[in-house]
């Protein structure tokens, strides 16, 4: 059974930092890429942060320069370091596996991450 589990959301104040990470069981880690995606209310879940298996980084122009993606493959754990978190940073954080090889694609139950004052 595949899980990814997702945890560090929370409220935070505009310009303040939040660590997300997410633990996979039950996949090959090592083989996918791994991804941060988010959804705000009334909006579509949107990119924000891959890693290839490789290491290759791919960031939405909304948050370059103020997230950083990285993996630990012995953990089988990503990671997205949030820093000068705006206000339009609120939204449902959701994880991602991703295997293109083979099409298989799954997803973490999300996380809430709040940046207000």
């Known amino acids: 059974q595949v899980q990814l589990v997702e945890s560090g959301g929370g409220l935070v104040q505009p310009g303040g930092s939040l660590r997300l990470s997410c633990a996979a069981s039950?996949?090959?880690?090592?083989?996918?890429?791994m991804g941060w995606y988010r959804q705000a209310p009334g909006k579509q879940r949107e990119l924000v942060a891959t890693m290839t298996r490789a290491g290759y980084s791919n960031y939405a122009d909304s948050v370059k320069g103020r997230f950083t993606i990285s993996r630990d493959n012995a953990k089988s754990t990503v990671y997205l370091q949030m820093n000068s978190l705006k206000p339009e940073d609120t939204a449902v954080y959701y994880c991602n596996a991703n295997n293109a090889a083979t099409t298989r694609t799954f997803w973490g139950q999300g996380t809430q991450v709040t940046v207000s004052s």
């Open positions: 039950g996949i090959i880690f090592g083989i996918y890429t």
